[in-house]
């Protein structure tokens, strides 16, 4: 069952979603800067990619991991993890909807349908 948020729920948690879009931002970064010695030893052996960096890849991965699924936990949906682009279902109107929120901006100020997503965002 898909959590609902009123517009106050939703701007409350943005402090704390923002945390922790910045901490899964962080671990996707450090993911992409490993992932060339990860190719490497891919493509250096058949049974074993083994690679010093291996243990702190994984470290990382799980990390990025359990951040995303804090984020689903809360009931918003991360459209867009580079820019910070989320959702909040919401009731309006008898219909469920979404509030619309991007990293960067001060609150939640706009809303789309389910169907049209960030292009069809219109204000509050």
Excluded at 20 to 26: K, N
Excluded at 50 to 65: C, H, N, R, S
Excluded at 68 to 86: A, M, N, Q
Aim: proline content about 5%; hydrophobic content about 40%; glycine content about 8%.
């Amino acid at each position: 069952m898909e959590k609902h948020f009123s517009l106050e729920e939703a701007n409350a948690l943005l402090p704390q979603l923002k945390e922790m879009l910045g901490q899964v931002q962080l671990e996707k970064k450090r993911l992409i800067s490993m992932k060339p010695d990860v190719e490497a030893a891919k493509e250096g052996h058949i049974c074993d990619w083994g690679t010093p960096i291996g243990p702190t890849y994984v470290m990382v991965l799980e990390a990025f991991q359990e951040s995303l699924l804090r984020i689903k936990d809360l009931g918003v949906l991360v459209k867009d993890f580079d820019t910070g682009l989320c959702d909040f279902p919401h009731q309006r109107d008898g219909k469920v909807v979404y509030l619309c929120w991007k990293l960067g901006e001060e609150k939640i100020a706009w809303w789309h349908d389910v169907n049209t997503g960030f292009s069809g965002r219109q204000p509050l």
